[in-house]
């Protein structure tokens, strides 16, 4: 597949290359025409973390058959790696991920590793993990998302991210502009999964960017469900609260985390029966007492 000229990526051949012949070279490294160099050494297993972003989830069979090669036979075929730039002496895994969680779990401390210069590292890593991920389609959706929100950061077309991801143009736009002016508690959320991309999309909806980092915070805490959380907006009023300004910033906020708290409290039932029963709770207003205890909640 060609990678975009516009990015400055390489084809794919260029890495097959370095994997082929960085290790005949008598210094253990390349120097390549078009400026990019590699270095192979063996670095500690236990200084290599991901690029953040570029994980994903483990086949368990086809992983165990990898434990079991390397166990036999060591690592074959080097990973990818670049200098951590935060000074640790850490390296960032750009490609490799199943054999060195291996490691990992053999208890081996070195693995063969492609050392890449950072310019390399930074028009290739996105490139390498969809050519390596995107085609086994083991992501979750909401990684998914910010690997197509960072690669068109970097540049790439909405037209060649869709056919990349085998999506409709439609659905990129829908999720850039669900990820536009993300905030990094947003992504943090959506990485670690303590809200789903459909909750998310429903936030994003319904909330202003300066306030969703509560919001966030008090609905990853509950059980509930997008098509619920949709509903229980359109039953508060929610773009009425939102539309008095940010004067009342704080009284939506209160109401929102209430509801949230009595919702999860009820039995699961039909949508509409549960917040038939959230309004018969409502009250008139929140005494002192009941500000204080959602207040500490909210910290």
Known sequence: MPAPTNLGWQNHSDVIWGLMHVAKTPNGGADRADGHSFRVQDVQVARIRPEEGLDRKRDRDGHRELQRSIEQFGVLTPIVVRLAPDGTGDYLLIKGQGRTLA?????IETIPAIIVDDSYAENEKVQQFLVENVAR?????????????????????????????????STVRRLLSQLDGASSTEVA?????????????????????????EVLTAVS???????????????????????????FRDQRLLLLRWALGILDQLPQRLPAERLHQLALRLPVEFEEQQRAELSLVAR
């Open 137 to 169: 389609l083991k992501m979750r959706p909401a990684d998914r998302a910010l690997l197509i929100d960072r690669a068109r950061q970097a540049g790439e077309e909405t037209a060649a991210i869709a056919k990349r991801f085998g999506l409709a143009p």
């Open 103 to 107: 490691c990992r779990l053999l208890g």
């Open 189 to 213: 959320a959506l990485r670690t999964g303590e809200v789903n991309l459909a909750t998310h999309g429903v936030i994003v909806r319904h909330v202003v960017a300066e306030e969703r980092p």
């Open 221 to 247: 805490s509950t059980s509930i469900k997008p098509k619920e959380l949709e509903s229980l907006f359109a039953a508060l009023g929610w773009s009425k609260l939102m539309a008095l300004g940010s004067g």
